[in-house]
């Protein structure tokens, strides 16, 4: 802990948001924790006894955000390297590789992000001939934006010897499956020791500079690497910014715990992505034969969760497709009949992603007390009638999926996040995303979705004492410029006692799509400051 841990802090002269005085527009920060909130009467006891006074100047004071699933290196390397997630053609991302590589001689290996051809005029991704040509020959890994397939180089093929037997490898067409995690093993390998530590730097700048105090990482044998995931808590435990919890999705239960992660979960994969058409489904595909793919049954499942629980950590699993979901669910509830309901809901297991859902499965995830972390930028940028989710589905299927009202409604967990680098850190633009949801019925409120962005990532973890600013919490906070704060609900379904200023609820900023998000001025963690914005 550092000396300014230690000191008293008095903000006033804004705007509080807490639950503990929805008027407040004053607090004290002592030894990394929230000692007080009130009204700025009140704060003039206190000014004379504090080590520094922070004039708020009409500014909001809200906690900081958790994102509850990234990919931190992969997040950075997306940061200091080639991001494609705005390329506008195929045309478009071989300039932008082309003077990538020519800008970065000294590397290695080339590592790139975030191609998506099903928003190109060409509909297709890059050949590898083509790859081969704009990098000189040097080995390239450039993901999809789901993250779930790449296209690479020749050169970085050749460093994986026998990647042509592995299951999905198929010549001409994007890696996935096994094929596709040995090259990706590859591509971090070949990394230097210098460049991961810069994008781990990046990453966790720039999720401070976006108010985010939490981020739980994701690792994994088949996402990243051992020596990635502990490089990265090292990094976190020596240098300021936003904490880390991690999770290493391995069925080795005790690989995961010497690794020190919190949980053997995360992106433990029941299956794979929408986009990749690898999510494991019921029904087959609208735009291609056949269903996806499984990679663990609900025996496996089962197995995996009680192993968990008898040890004291968290199980969980991403899964997409309703099969998959079905698979966890079935696999959760075995292991209730085997160890008792109790006991698998104290655990807290987790399902990222929990896409395809089913009133069955919802109300499995209530009973099982299964977290659903969900990412809802996902349905921004694949929802919707005309989007890549009705493509791959059919109409009638993309309007089920992601309904965090029925799920808010059925009393399950939510914890939201970005998968980051699949959809970017934007924690404002996340709870946006929840509440103005493409299907209408899955809408939330901006104050249920904003719970589900700071508390809802705390109880995730276990931890049902912070994300929100009471006396007692950790000193987790973000300072915001903004307009206007409001009760925000998604439509007249909501009582309309809680958008009345008399009942006392908190208001936030105005996230109705057009307007300007908030401004995020100042981070702190336990008390520590990790990001100011400049010349502010």
């Known amino acids: ?49 504090v080590d520094e006074v922070v004039d708020l100047e009409g500014a909001l004071v809200t906690p900081a955000f958790v994102d509850a699933h990234v990919h931190t290196t992969a997040t950075g390397l997306a940061l200091t390297g080639l991001d494609l997630s705005d390329a506008v ?53 450039l993901t999809r934006i789901d993250v779930h397939s790449a296209v690479v180089t020749t050169a970085l093929l050749d460093l994986v010897p026998g990647v042509r037997e592995l299951t999905g490898f198929h010549d001409g067409q994007p890696l996935t499956g096994d094929a596709h995690h040995a090259v990706r093993a590859a591509a971090y390998a070949a990394l230097s020791p210098r460049q991961r530590t810069e994008a781990q730097r990046a990453a966790r700048l720039h999720a401070a500079s976006l108010g985010i105090g939490t981020l739980h990482e994701c690792g994994g044998p088949e996402i990243s690497s051992e020596d990635d995931f502990t490089g990265l808590m090292d990094l976190a435990r020596s240098e300021p910014g936003p904490r880390i919890v991690g999770y290493w999705a391995d069925l ?73 979901v079905d698979a966890v669910v079935d696999g959760v509830r075995a292991a209730a009949e085997k160890l008792g309901l109790a006991r698998i809901r104290s655990a807290r297991h987790r399902v990222e992603h929990a896409e395809m859902l089913t009133p069955e499965s919802i109300a499995a995830f209530a009973e099982l007390g299964l977290t659903a972390s969900v990412q809802p930028a996902f349905d921004a940028y694949w929802g919707g009638d005309e989007g890549m989710y009705a493509d791959r589905l059919g109409v009638a299927r993309a309007r089920t999926l992601n309904p965090y009202a029925a799920l808010l409604r059925a009393g399950v967990p939510l914890a939201f996040g970005s998968d980051s680098p699949v959809t970017p850190l934007d924690p404002w633009g996340t709870v946006r995303a929840a509440a103005f949801h493409r299907t209408p019925e899955h809408r939330i409120s901006v104050r249920a979705a904003f719970a589900a962005h700071t508390r809802g990532g705390w109880r995730a973890v276990g931890r049902d004492d912070a994300g929100t600013l009471v006396p007692g919490a950790p000193a987790d906070y973000a300072i915001w410029r903004t307009g206007e704060l409001v009760v925000q609900a998604p439509d007249d379904r909501v009582a309309r006692w809680s958008t009345d200023p008399r009942s006392g609820t908190p208001g936030l900023p105005d996230l109705s799509p057009g307007r300007d998000l908030p401004v995020c001025l100042r981070t702190v963690v336990f008390g520590q400051t990790v990001f100011v914005r400049p010349n502010e």
């Open 89 to 141: 053609s195929l045309a478009d991302a071989a300039d932008r590789i082309r003077a990538h590589a020519a800008a970065r001689p000294a590397d290695r290996i080339l590592i790139g992000h975030g191609w998506d051809a099903a928003r190109w005029p060409e509909r297709r991704p890059l050949t590898r001939a083509e790859l081969d040509g704009l990098t000189g020959g040097r080995p390239l890994y």
């Open 252 to 324: 080795d239960i005790e690989r995961a715990r010497a690794l020190g992660a919190l949980g053997a979960a995360g992106d433990l994969f029941a299956d794979g992505s929408l986009g990749s058409h690898t999510a494991c489904l019921h029904d087959s595909y609208a735009d291609r034969a056949g269903a996806g793919v499984a990679h663990l049954d609900a025996a496996a499942v089962a197995a995996h969760v009680v192993a968990c629980t008898e040890a004291g950590l968290q199980a969980g699993f991403h899964a997409i497709g309703d099969a998959a």
């Open 1 to 49: 802990m550092s000396a300014y841990d230690h000191r008293t802090v008095l903000l006033r002269g804004g705007e509080v948001h807490s639950p503990a005085d929805p008027f407040a527009t004053a607090m004290v920060v002592e030894r990394g924790h929230v000692a007080w909130v009130g009204s700025e009467g009140a704060a003039d006891a206190f000014a004379s006894g």
